[in-house]
């Protein structure tokens, strides 16, 4: 393998990093949105069902968050070996 398909194959990488970002990003918005949806929707339920959904959609922002910032990480490490 050359020099030249290595930094194609990181190239790939990197695009496919960043197609990932851009998916991320949009279930974030949506995510974002259900907890806003479930606040004003079910503010006051007497089970409680909106404190349990919240939780979920906050966890999953949360983890969203994390991947996020790896894939980032990720990108920028593609990114020190294309300009190498």
Known sequence: MSLA????????IKQQ?????SQIAS???????????VTSELE???AGHEQRMLAAL????DSLG???SALNESADGCQQVINL
Do not use: C, M, Y
Request: aromatic share 2%.
């Open 27 to 37: 279930f974030k918005t949506k995510t974002e949105d259900s907890i806003t949806l």
């Open 17 to 21: 990093i960043e197609d990932q970002l």
């Open 66 to 68: 994390g991947a996020e």
């Open 58 to 61: 906050s966890q999953a922002l």
């Open 44 to 46: 006051g339920d007497n």
């Open 5 to 12: 398909d290595v930094l194609a194959t990181v190239e790939s």
